[in-house]
């Protein structure tokens, strides 16, 4: 990986993007009180514990929402056009909600809780999870 995919990495995240590197998809878990949350935070929303751990999930979740991108609003996604954004939740991991993009699947086909699955892929040396349906 290059030094510039690496260091443009928030380090609140390296737990998310170390796993996507395995293909794995993982997300921050309280040893505490045993429950997920996403956005990363040393703390537990819940009961704000500091014993959290970066906890691997099947990646298996169901599409809670999407919408058609038509306006590129950055210049690196402008020839991706148009492309999928979706909301995808876990039911190994309650309360996460993923924003995510998604792929190989025609936007007439999705539906609002429909099971989805992630695909991983390198871009520039940076590890990128988007999720197709399953």
């Known amino acids: 990986m290059s030094e510039t995919a690496t260091n443009d990495i928030l380090p609140e995240f390296s737990g998310f993007f170390d796993s996507a590197r395995q293909h794995r998809l993982a997300f921050p878990c309280c040893r505490g009180c045993g429950a997920f949350h996403w956005y990363p935070m040393p703390r537990c929303p819940h009961c704000r514990g500091n014993d959290v751990e970066w906890r691997q999930v099947s990646g298996r979740g169901t599409l809670f929402s999407f919408t058609r991108v038509m306006h590129a609003f950055d210049k690196s996604r402008a020839g991706a ?6 909301l995808v939740e876990f039911s190994d991991a309650p309360g996460v909600r993923l924003v995510t993009n998604i792929v190989d699947s025609p936007l007439d086909a999705l539906r609002i809780g429909q099971s989805v ?5 390198l871009e520039d040396g940076r590890p990128i999870v988007e999720f197709r349906t399953a």
């Open 81 to 86: 056009l148009p492309y999928v954004v979706g």
């Open 117 to 121: 699955e992630p695909v991983f892929r």
